[in-house]
Each structure stands twice: as C-alpha cells, then as structure tokens.
C-alpha cells in the first residue's frame, strides 16, 4: 500500500497544487480574493513563506532518483497536443534510474520544480520511464497556472527539475473483479499508466472499463494518449473497454473518434450503473451476467481522476488536505461504500 510519509507528501503539496480542475474553486475565489485585497506582491511574498516541506529539497545529479531530492532532467521534446495542451518528454540520466524497478510500480508521479519561483506540481509519466530514463508527459496549460505555464514555455534543450516516483495508489493483480476507472481531461493520465502496465503482462483476470469525458472533442485525448488506449481495448476486447464523453460536440460534425462512437453528455448515475451492469460490450460475457444482475459477489472498485466538481459529483468531495473524504455523489446514491471507491 502506500507509504506513509510519501503519501503525506503527496497530498501535503497537492493541496496546493491540485490541478486537473478546469474550474475554479472556492479555494482559488478565496485566493483571488485575498490577492485583490492584499495586493500581488504582498500575496507572493505570502505564498513563498507557506510552510513547504519538500521545494526546499536539494537537488543532486549523482545520486539516484529519489523523492527526497530533485534531479536535473533534459527536456528533450516538446510538442502541442490536443487544446491547450502538450506532450513533454524529460530524459534523466539513465545512470540515475534506481535499481529497485518495484518503484515505479503504478500509479507514481513525479513533482517538477517551477525553478523561477520555487513551486512544484506532481506530474504522471504516461509509460513511467524508459531505460533510457525518458518520461513522457500529456500536460495542460491552466492559464493562470504557475507550473503549467512555466512548464508549456521550456524549450527544448532545458533543465528541468524533477523529484520522485511518488507513489499515489498501488495495483494489486487479484484484488477486484472489475474495475471502473473515470476520467475527465488530463485526470486521464494516471489510468493511462495503470493500464498500459496491467495489460503488458497477462495476470490480471478481470476487468477494466474507463469512462473517460472532455468539455468537446478537441479536448479528448491527443493521438499520444488515446491510440494506445484504443490499441488496448481491441487487443483486449474481453477485459477492457473504452468509452468517450464530450459536455457538447461544439462545432465538430464528426461522432467517432477513430472507429469509437463518441457519447455527449456527463458521465453521471446512468452511464456508471449501465457500465456496470452490462456485460455487452465485453463478447464472451455476453449472457452471463443480465442487464439487471447486482454481481453482488463481484469484488469492484472505482478509481476517480478528474476536476475537482466532477470527483465530487461523482464520488464526493475529498475531505480536508484533499483527504478521501466520504463516500458521496452518484457513487453512494447507487450504493457503493467507501472501500469500492478511491479519489486519485
Ligand atoms: C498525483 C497528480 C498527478 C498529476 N498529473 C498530471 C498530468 O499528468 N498532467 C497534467 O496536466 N496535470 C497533472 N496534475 C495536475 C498538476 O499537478 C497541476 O496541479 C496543474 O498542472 C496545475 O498546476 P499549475 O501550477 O499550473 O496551476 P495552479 O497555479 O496550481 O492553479 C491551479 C488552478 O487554479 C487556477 N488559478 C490559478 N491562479 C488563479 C487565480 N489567481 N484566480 C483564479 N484561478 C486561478 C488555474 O487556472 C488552475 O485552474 C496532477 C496532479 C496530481 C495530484
């Protein structure tokens, strides 16, 4: 499970850096608030006297990467992905990469260090990291976001400083039946890395549906993120499934997205109880299990990435220092407990 001291470390920053948001929240209307009022400089002198345990972390180009400090890496690629959004390839040192392969194990992330100002975002390698020590990232400019921006503006050829893996869940190969993963924008990205590494080996017995949604179709996942995804599903049809939502289709005409029928609307009650409950789209199950069977014995569980409204919406908001929180939304209406449920 998870470690301790890394998960607190985790969430003590992500407190502050929670951002797969694409809306603002009461946090960030407080935080404007008091920027208005304080004024910006005044704000930013407060923001760097936060209590912050890990930006203060040394950095070393010899020892191997660890979360306890920060290792220059070489941004090797950068390249503009689907809406406001880019893929990134950092290269550390492969000398650097630790021996210990259980360390990057899914789901990890790495922080990476706005060096201007002192601030860290953690960030998911999408394939974790080759031998070669390349990490390949799908990250979202916010536009008023200090790490993203900063992040979108390196040029190829620059140092970046990284500091991980950090573990955020842990995949366990028997531990559930089916597994309702849900998404929305890059919240994508951890579910990227699950899967890409569950089905590169073939122990995993049950199944895996992702439920994934975007405001519109430019927004989806660029080819870097969704072919793989797509090549997974038909290579796996019987333990693992594809479905994509748009909030509205905007101007686009087309309804597919490489041969999968893109659905509109949120991913609410409806949609999770018929991914469920339906065995459909999984061939050889078909007819075992009925449309209204509760699977009652099926051990399931739910991992939700997203915004923040729609994590809530659907799970519940996190509690205090983005804690679990309890069980709430779509999730507890459909009687779900909190065991089956986990917030990434
Ligand atoms: C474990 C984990 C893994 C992650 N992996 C990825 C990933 O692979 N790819 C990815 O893109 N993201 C990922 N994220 C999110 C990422 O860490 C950052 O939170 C995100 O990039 C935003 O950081 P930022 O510094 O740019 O924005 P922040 O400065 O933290 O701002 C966050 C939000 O607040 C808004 N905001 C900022 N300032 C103001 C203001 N003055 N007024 C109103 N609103 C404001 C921003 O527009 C933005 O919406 C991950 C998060 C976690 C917890």
Redesign the pocket.
């Known amino acids: 499970m998870l470690k301790p001291s890394l998960h607190v470390l985790?969430r003590h920053?992500?407190h502050?850096?929670?951002?797969?948001?694409?809306?603002?929240?009461s946090r960030?209307?407080k935080?404007?608030t008091t920027?208005l009022i304080v004024g910006s400089s005044a704000a930013v002198a407060a923001y760097f006297l936060l209590p912050d345990i890990s930006r203060g972390a040394p950095t070393s180009d010899t020892k191997p990467i660890n979360p306890s400090h920060f290792t220059p890496a070489e941004l090797v690629s950068s390249t503009f992905a689907s809406n406001g959004?880019k893929i990134l390839t950092v290269a550390i040192p492969p000398e650097l990469l630790p021996t210990e392969r259980d360390l990057f194990a899914p789901?990890w992330?790495v922080?990476?260090k706005?060096d201007d100002i002192q601030?860290e975002?953690?960030?998911?390698?999408?394939d974790g990291v080759d031998k070669d020590g390349n990490m390949k990232?799908?990250?979202?400019?916010?536009?008023?976001?200090?790490?993203?921006?900063?992040?979108h503006s390196k040029k190829v050829g620059e140092t970046i400083e990284i500091r991980g893996p950090?573990r955020?869940w842990s995949w366990k190969d028997d531990a559930w039946d089916e597994i309702i993963l849900i998404s929305g924008?890059?919240?994508v990205?951890?579910f990227y890395q699950l899967l890409r590494t569950v089905f590169s080996g073939n122990s995993f017995k049950g199944r895996i549906t992702l439920l994934h949604s975007s405001r519109l179709p430019s927004e989806l996942p660029p080819p870097d993120v969704l072919d793989p995804l797509l090549e997974l599903a038909r290579h796996n049809p019987d333990k693992f499934r594809l479905k994509l939502f748009v909030d509205s289709f905007g101007e686009t005409k087309d309804r597919s997205f490489a041969g999968v029928e893109i659905h509109q609307g949120r991913i609410g009650k409806d949609v999770i109880w018929r991914a469920v409950h339906s065995a459909s789209n999984f061939p050889s199950l078909r007819g075992l299990f009925s449309r209204d069977s509760d699977n009652s014995d099926r051990k399931i569980l739910f991992l939700i990435?997203g915004p923040e409204q729609m994590v809530g919406a659907i799970a519940g908001p996190y509690g205090r220092n983005?804690s679990q929180g309890p069980i709430g939304g779509v999730l507890q209406s459909l009687g779900y407990k909190s065991h089956q449920v986990w917030k990434?």
């Open positions: 985790a920053v992500s502050r850096a929670r951002g797969f948001a694409t809306t603002n929240t960030m209307q935080a404007t920027l959004t789901i992330s922080f990476i706005d601030v975002r953690p960030y998911t390698p999408l990232f799908w990250i979202k400019r916010y536009n008023h976001g200090e790490v993203s921006r900063w992040l950090v955020t924008g890059t919240g990205t951890p990435c983005y990434l």
